[in-house]
């Protein structure tokens, strides 16, 4: 698997990358990050430019004290000649009137930067996983695709708003405090580096320890989202198996996990941030005991002094703040790793180069010479050969782990064969354009899922520039017509979330209606009545038999009253073919499937 793979689907759980991996995971966050600021490269600029002079102008400020006390007042006090003092004075506010005024279009800049960033991520993820095959979304939890989503897109929003502007601000307001102070006070400004290096020390072992902590405290926090998110979408399992005691245990060591992590946190600040201060606060001292002999002296003016002292004390006021930048920064750069795995994920069943259209298809189905294994150790259909004809109704029949649905999942493509092919009319299924696959070939699941919305739009999602009068033909074909008519708004009644106004029978039915309204050459139906009760299965008997018609249809079902309206049975073991014929004449035979019709007869008795 590659490192994206590794770390998007396994990573979550792994705080133990090899340098190789640190590296390649690195690469590939600032590769995402470089795509995301090339949009913005002119407004980058121009962002710079604002910062550089606001900077510079807020700097400024103490040198025209110094300027202001050891030129200006003695010609005020000599010569009765303000105009020195004055100048100053006005060079001070506009000084600050510009520096004002250009921090404010910088905030500006910055939020228009981040919103489209975080826009063009957050659209990137749902389009990209969007169109990852099923092999990626039935590994990758889908708490785990909502941490992306939410906590991880928000630690990087937080980056972008403030984080950003701590770290930029800071670091040029550093360095031109630190040029500043060697041109009011050489000697101060010699101080002053010589507390870089304890500073130096201070932050690396800061970054060394949180880099681990705020890798964890990611790890922590998406396990709390995914621990949260599979309880609530499973709830019914969850009272139906009295299972909250065991969430309550869980998620609570969830909890004591992602509190302790954070208090480690916690703690490292707490040796950072004094650390900072008392560096300060010993350079300043420095500063003001080897200033105030030099005044004795008389070898330094008062006004530098003072000036030398507001710039040691301006110097390290940006430090705790870019400690909080690294606060910021580890928990984005942890963040933008995981979306950026997601993002270098390769869709399974990846688009053709040089698509082949195909407008109408007649709906023959070939299977040549197909392997096909989720693992490479776990085959599941091997040299699997069939031949289906156009408009022929296939019944597969197997114990659990035969290999039906495999076979119905690569037929729809969402997986492609290890080897082999898949045709339909002769083209292979990888080389088909997908607008004219989707058409083509349909598939219902057992799983009928309606989406928020009406009745009536969960119909026409088979097709979306349905008529009214299209949307009740199909319902009125598959015998869904009737209940749907009963509903407090008919057509237009909302069937809430995931569909929870309609019975599992009645949702079954409308995916039917769905179905027919989009007029797939080829249907599959994926045991797409084991959720109709006997009496609204036998309601649906006529309306299958409308939908399957003048089409090439495949059955997957247990209920083999369902199969009796097949043209053809095919009995599926262990990924191979062991019976193929009409009902009637397996039924009249001695094999496995007379045996599971004779079974299936003495369980209605």
Known sequence: MSIAGVEGVEGEERNDFTKAESKQIRERSLRLLGSLLRPERARVILTMIVVIISTAAQV??????????????????????????????????????????????????????SQAILFDLRTRVF?????????????????????????DLDSIKELLDSGINQLVQGALYMVFVAVAMFWVDGVSGLILFGALVPLAFLTRWFQKRSQQLFRRTRVASARLIVQFVETMTGIRAVKAFRKEKRNEKE?????????????????????????????GNVALAVVLVA??????????????LLAALLYTRQFFAPAQDMAMFYNSYQSAAAALEKISGVLEEKPGVPDPVSPVD???????????????????DRVILPEFDLRIPAGQTIALVGSTGAGKSTLAKLMARFYDPSSGRVTLDDIDLRDLHPKD???????????????????????????????????????????????????????????NKRGGRVSAGQRQLLSFARAFL????????????????????????????????????????????????????????????????????????????????????????
């Open 437 to 495: 696959l989707r058409r083509a070939i349909v598939m219902v699941t057992q799983e009928a899922y309606l989406f928020s919305g009406s009745v009536a739009e969960n119909i026409a999602l088979g097709k979306p520039d349905a008529t009214r009068d299209e949307i009740v033909h199909a319902a009125k074909a598959v015998g869904a017509h009737e209940f749907i008519e009963s509903l407090p708004g008919g057509y237009d009644t909302d069937v």
């Open 518 to 605: 989009a007029d797939p050459v080829v249907l599959i139906l994926d045991e797409a009545t084991a959720s109709l009760d006997i009496p609204s299965e036998r309601l649906v008997q006529e309306g299958l038999t409308t939908l399957l018609a003048d089409r090439t249809a495949i059955i997957i079902a247990h209920r083999l009253s369902t199969v009796a309206i097949a043209d053809r049975v095919l009995v599926m073991e262990h990924g191979r073919i062991v019976e193929d014929g009409t009902p009637r004449d397996l039924i009249a035979g001695t094999g496995r499937f007379a045996q599971l019709h004779a079974a299936w007869r003495e369980s209605l008795v």
């Open 251 to 279: 998620f609570g060591d969830l909890v004591e996990d992602y509190r302790d992590v954070n208090s480690k946190v916690i703690q490292l600040f707490g040796i950072f941030d004094p650390g900072l201060v008392l560096i």
């Open 127 to 151: 389009l990209h996983t969007q169109q990852l095959s099923l092999e990626f979304h039935e590994s990758y939890t889908s708490g785990r695709i909502i941490s992306r989503q939410t906590s």
């Open 291 to 304: 200033g105030g002999l030099r005044v004795a002296a008389g070898s330094l003016a008062i006004g530098a």
């Open 60 to 113: 400024a400020g103490p040198a025209l004290v110094a300027y202001g006390i050891d030129k200006g007042l003695p010609a005020l006090l000599d010569g009765r000649d303000w105009m020195p003092l004055g100048l100053i004075v006005a060079a001070y506010l506009v000084a600050g009137v510009v520096g004002a005024v250009l921090i404010a279009w910088y905030t500006v800049l910055t939020a228009k930067i």
């Open 358 to 376: 195909l407008w109408t298809a007649s709906g023959a189905v070939n299977f040549d010479g197909v392997e096909f294994a989720y693992k490479k």
